[in-house]
């Protein structure tokens, strides 16, 4: 983090100087499908489509949002994007910031309200990205130093975890309204009266399908084949817990597009849009590059920036919520043989083509949408990070717990966190820069897989 300033300069110039040569080529135009992009598309959609249902209620939105946030965001983004195998869409984390820019705002969640500033933050995340892109200052996703990004998920991923207590425990029903996201978890705990024994039983099935599936084969299906094999099991009427359809049933059909803001929550979201604009962003430039040096192929940070900026404008119109990169969508796109864009696209084209038979899912278990975000935060919690990050300054470390504890305790509007960390980091620089050679950089956010 507080590099000494010549080597920090040196670094910079030659960040800029890669940044400069990347912009001369990227990926392949998408002209001609492939059959190893179908086949690549049709893996990440079947994946999506559950996924972004509970990546929507995280946000406090209705699980139609995500399907919407799955869909035509996804065609646009391959549209602008650089890399062949970056998946955008709803991720846990930017799902996560937008709950709390929202109800930091006082906005009740699933409300008419709530959903237009959504849709309002998806629209400000799309403006301030592409801007960025557009006029080429992509090093502005350096701003967040490894400590803070660290802290923050490590906590955030705790929240998560909290968030789905009573989903996976089956109390979603009867725990209070009125208690925080840790109280939720802490009364779900604290109550095995109102355990449902086959809200559990449907959680772990789902989880030992998550993880155990992937030893025996990386591109095991273990969220696809949860799905269904519960899904059946409750249409069917053996399964007694709450469900997606219940009391909100999903929509049947296309998004109905519209270009209409409500621009009064302009002011009181634009400290949050900004957050999720650079932390929702850290994870798609550390991806991006990754494959980049993997395959030998360039890319550009700007023009990442441009797509997501656009995709997210895609999701705004859509009456979505704002989207990222997703690490474990993109990882299996790419092991499944992407060879270019256009598996970004059939993977959009699967879930609008599944949209007007959405109802489907309306028997799915919310236990299964809770184990399934439950999987996803798990990865993100890694204690051995502080150690590390201690072992090699004090400093850092003081920052990165720091960050980890304002960040539990602002809950749920942990924004707020992000930014005092990223403002200590800066103030800590200044007063130490020859105490540490650490440099912030967008190679943090590998440690984000959702």
């Known amino acids: 983090m507080l590099a000494k300033l010549k080597t920090k300069d040196k670094a910079g110039q030659a960040s800029e100087a890669e940044r400069s040569a990347s912009e001369t080529s990227y990926a392949p135009v998408c002209t001609r499908v492939s ?23 995280l946000a406090g939105l ?12 996804l065609l646009v983004f391959a549209l602008f994007a650089s890399s062949p195998f970056l ?14 820019v929202l109800t930091g705002s006082g906005l009740i969640p699933e409300t008419d309200q709530y959903i237009a500033g959504a849709v309002l933050l998806a629209l400000m995340v799309a403006v301030l990205r592409f801007v960025v892109g557009v006029t080429r200052l992509g090093s502005i996703a350096d701003l967040i130093s490894k400590p803070v990004l660290q802290g923050f998920t490590n906590a955030a991923a705790i929240i998560i975890l909290a968030s789905q207590l009573p989903k996976a425990l089956g109390v979603d029903g009867k725990v209070p309204d009125d208690l925080s996201t840790i109280g939720k978890a802490l009364w779900s705990l604290t109550n095995p009266a109102s355990y449902n024994l086959q809200a ?19 591109l095991f299906p273990g969220v696809l084949l949860a ?50 604009a650079l932390v929702g962003f850290a994870e798609p430039t550390a991806i991006a590059k990754t494959f980049a040096e993997e395959e030998n192929q360039r890319w550009s940070v700007n023009r990442e920036f441009m797509a997501s900026g656009a995709a997210n404008f895609a999701a705004a119109v859509s009456g979505a919520l704002p989207v990222g990169g997703s690490f474990s969508r993109s990882a299996l796109n790419k092991l499944a043989g992407a060879q270019s864009r256009w598996s970004g696209m059939v993977t959009g084209l699967v879930v609008l083509a599944f949209l007007p038979f959405a109802s489907i899912l309306n028997e799915l278990p919310q236990a299964v949408l809770g184990a399934v975000v439950v999987g996803a935060a798990i990865k993100l919690v890694k204690p051995q990070q502080f150690k590390d990050q201690f072992a090699k300054s004090k400093i850092d470390g003081v920052i990165m ?10 809950a749920p509007s942990i924004h707020w966190a992000l930014i005092i960390g990223v403002a200590a980091t800066y103030v800590a620089r200044f007063l130490f820069k020859n105490k540490s050679d650490q440099t912030p950089g967008p190679e943090a956010a590998q440690q984000i897989k959702n």
């Open 62 to 73: 209705p699980a139609s949002a995500g399907l919407f946030a799955s869909a035509l965001p």
């Open 200 to 218: 559990i039983g449907v959680a772990a099935v789902t989880l030992i399908l998550m993880f155990g599936g992937r030893k025996l084969h990386k």
């Open 227 to 276: 799905a269904v094999l519960f899904l059946a099991i409750s249409s069917m009427g053996f399964y007694d817990g709450t469900v997606i359809g219940n009391p909100n049933p999903l929509p049947e059909g296309f998004p109905s597009l519209s270009f209409a803001f409500d621009f009064s929550l302009l002011g009181s979201l634009f400290t949050g849009a900004l957050v999720v």
């Open 87 to 100: 998946q955008t869409g709803p991720v846990a984390l930017t799902s996560l910031l937008t709950f709390a």
């Open 401 to 410: 717990v720091g960050t980890f504890v304002l960040t539990l305790f602002f």
């Open 35 to 57: 059959g190893a992009d179908v086949i690549a598309g049709l893996s990440v959609a079947l994946v999506i489509i559950p996924q972004s249902l509970a990546y929507a209620q």
